[in-house]
């Protein structure tokens, strides 16, 4: 697994390495019960504070998102039921009303980035449920 920090970004270090991990685990790249580094092997891979690495695998442990095992390292989760709901939409929703505000202060309208949003679903190929509400 390869990671990438851009210096440049407005965004946190380690909310990039969980961007990263989650996009990962998304495309398929990182799959249940893979290992991921150690705290120690990312920090020394991407020469920094190994308290950043941990901050964000306390993060995406929190989320449901990887499982750590002591003695073991850390590993992806078993994602169709480590996560509610409740807890998806909370997560989600706050990252869409991030990207809304960056959008208004980039002048990007709602069509544009409507058009955007969609593409990337395309490109994930997500599913379409029938019958599900918008809770």
Do not use: M
């Given at each position: 697994m390869?990671?990438?920090i851009d210096n440049a970004s407005n965004r946190p270090v380690y909310q990039q390495i969980i961007g990263q991990i989650k996009r990962d685990i998304a495309l398929g790249r990182l799959i249940k019960d893979e290992k991921l580094p150690t705290v120690r092997q990312l920090a020394r891979q991407l020469?920094?504070?190994p308290n950043t690495i941990a901050k964000a695998y306390r993060?995406?442990?929190q989320e449901g998102i990887?499982?750590?095992?002591?003695?073991a390292g850390a590993f992806v989760a078993n994602l169709d039921?480590?996560?509610s709901r409740a807890v998806r939409k909370k997560l989600l929703?706050?990252?869409l009303e991030r990207i809304a505000v960056e959008a208004y202060h980039m002048q990007i309208d709602k069509e544009t980035l409507s058009?955007?949003?969609n593409n990337a679903i395309e490109k994930f190929n997500l599913p379409t449920k029938k019958g599900q509400t918008n809770e």
């Open positions: 390869q990671f990438r020469a920094i504070n993060q995406l442990e990887i499982v750590t095992k002591p003695g039921s480590s996560l929703s706050e990252e058009g955007w949003f």
